[in-house]
Nanobody, 128 residues
């Protein structure tokens, strides 16, 4: 059974950092590309970043480029989202998602319907 479990969310002050984890079971990162999404109250789910299954190509939306970094550890079957210089507008529930296809283009990474499996989400709140 494929399962994704996010962790690492919390309350942080503006300018602070958090590292989210997406622990994966039932499949390996060699076979699935992983995306990170977020959803703020009253807003649609937004694609943030993704990492391709075969070559580790990463993509980011403009609003997080230079602040967020996605990475993976195949030995732990875990994908990370390092978030630095956090802003109040980054406040949202963050989800990781998986799809078997390759994802080398941002335009695919940011579309929720592309992904087949989802975690339950972890809350990130950026506030002073």
């Amino acid at each position: 059974q494929l399962q994704l479990v996010e962790s690492g969310g919390g309350l942080v002050q503006p300018g602070g950092s958090l590292r989210l984890s997406c622990a994966i079971s039932g499949f390996t990162l060699d076979d699935y590309s992983i995306g990170w999404f977020r959803q703020a109250p009253g807003k649609e789910r937004e694609g943030v970043s993704c990492i391709n299954k075969s070559d580790g190509t990463t993509n980011y939306i403009d609003s997080v480029k230079g602040r967020f970094t996605v990475s993976r550890d195949g030995t732990k079957n875990t994908v990370y989202l390092q978030m630095n210089s956090l802003k109040p507008e980054d406040t949202a529930i963050y989800y990781c998602a998986a799809v078997r296809m390759s994802l080398r283009q941002l335009r695919l990474c940011v579309k929720p319907h592309v992904f087949d499996y989802w975690g339950q989400g972890t809350q990130v709140t950026v506030s002073s």
